[in-house]
């Protein structure tokens, strides 16, 4: 029943996900305006709403325009779902837990958006690290929390600063190998970002929600993920070689909050 409930209140925000997930990205209010059809316009009616059911009853149209609706709909819903239960037969029903799933609720939207528009909005990022914070059953597990979050964020910005420079450095060198004294006074070295501020924040989200060890453990994990998509794209345009990171850093740190305790066991017994 427990389990039940968690689904369905999973499925519920789901639905509203979407609406996170289209209308942010485009500087829209997720409060204010109701939904409508992105062809046609019409407004949608309630039983248009119904998180899964409205999209399979609909047969995934339209019910004005027929025109196709998009499968990313249910498929929110269905992980937003999925979290809520998953946390839920880990913790039970609490407040953390519901601090803990909405956290991965943000990471789910952030991975989304990343993927659609390789972006990753500071009000999500804020909110889901907020969220990581917040999910523990003591005041000082907040403060835990808290720490973890400053500390990877810290190492990350750190880890930015230093493959910037390297990269920026690389091709400047490389570039000097092509100075003449028409041009020697002329520097025009482009400065290489080699990590998004998204991804400090995404990072600080991870240090909350795992803690030192077990981020570590899923950073390694998430490069494990990506590595297969940089090696598809490796020959491709260096606009399709961006691939977004956030997927793989929140797919990561769901499969290893979960399976925490196995984990940190062989980790532990690695030493």
Same mark, same amino acid.
């Given at each position: 029943?427990i389990?039940?409930?968690?689904?369905?209140?999973?499925?519920?925000?789901?639905?509203?996900l979407n609406?996170?997930?289209?209308?942010i990205?485009?500087?829209?209010?997720? &409060?204010?305006?109701g939904?409508?059809?992105?062809?046609?316009?019409n407004?949608?009616?309630?039983?248009?709403?119904?998180?899964?059911f409205s999209?399979?009853f609909?047969?995934?149209?339209?019910?004005?325009c027929?025109?196709?609706?998009? &499968?990313q709909?249910?498929?929110?819903?269905?992980?937003?779902?999925?979290?809520?239960?998953?946390?839920a037969?880990?913790?039970?029903?609490?407040?953390p837990?519901?601090?803990?799933?909405m956290s991965?609720?943000?990471?789910?939207?952030?991975?989304?958006?990343d993927?659609? #528009?390789k972006?990753?909005?500071d009000?999500?990022?804020l909110?889901?690290?907020?969220?990581?914070?917040?999910?523990?059953?003591s005041?000082?597990? &907040?403060?835990?929390?808290?720490?973890?979050?400053?500390?990877?964020?810290?190492?990350?910005?750190?880890l930015?600063?230093?493959?910037? #420079?390297y990269?920026?450095?690389?091709i #400047?060198?490389?570039?000097?190998?092509?100075?003449?004294?028409?041009?020697?006074? #002329?520097?025009?070295?482009?400065?290489i970002?080699?990590m998004?501020?998204?991804?400090?924040?995404?990072?600080?989200?991870m240090?909350?929600?795992?803690?030192?060890?077990?981020?570590?453990?899923a950073?390694?994990?998430?490069?494990?993920?990506?590595l297969?998509v940089?090696l598809l794209?490796?020959?491709?345009?260096t606009e399709?070689?961006?691939v977004?990171?956030?997927p793989?850093?929140?797919m990561?740190?769901?499969?290893?909050?979960?399976?925490d305790?196995?984990?940190?066991a062989y980790?532990?017994?690695?030493?």
């Amino acid at each position: 029943m427990i389990l039940s409930f968690a689904f369905v209140f999973g499925l519920l925000f789901g639905s509203f996900l979407n609406v996170v997930i289209l209308r942010i990205p485009k500087g829209e209010s997720v &409060v204010f305006g109701g939904s409508h059809c992105f062809s046609c316009g019409n407004a949608l009616k309630p039983w248009h709403n119904i998180p899964l059911f409205s999209w399979i009853f609909l047969r995934g149209k339209c019910s004005y325009c027929q025109s196709k609706i998009s &499968v990313q709909y249910p498929l929110i819903e269905l992980l937003s779902g999925f979290i809520f239960l998953a946390i839920a037969a880990k913790f039970s029903l609490s407040i953390p837990a519901f601090f803990i799933a909405m956290s991965f609720l943000m990471l789910l939207a952030l991975s989304m958006i990343d993927f659609k #528009y390789k972006m990753v909005p500071d009000s999500l990022n804020l909110l889901a690290m907020a969220f990581a914070i917040a999910g523990a059953w003591s005041l000082h597990g &907040v403060l835990l929390n808290l720490e973890n979050a400053l500390l990877f964020a810290g190492g990350f910005t750190l880890l930015r600063f230093a493959l910037s #420079y390297y990269l920026t450095s690389s091709i #400047y060198r490389a570039g000097l190998k092509t100075k003449t004294p028409w041009n020697k006074h #002329y520097d025009r070295t482009p400065f290489i970002e080699a990590m998004g501020e998204g991804d400090i924040m995404v990072a600080a989200t991870m240090g909350a929600l795992l803690g030192v060890k077990l981020t570590l453990v899923a950073i390694f994990f998430s490069a494990l993920l990506a590595l297969p998509v940089m090696l598809l794209v490796m020959n491709r345009s260096t606009e399709e070689q961006r691939v977004p990171f956030v997927p793989f850093l929140a797919m990561a740190t769901f499969i290893v909050y979960i399976y925490d305790s196995p984990i940190l066991a062989y980790v532990e017994a690695m030493r």
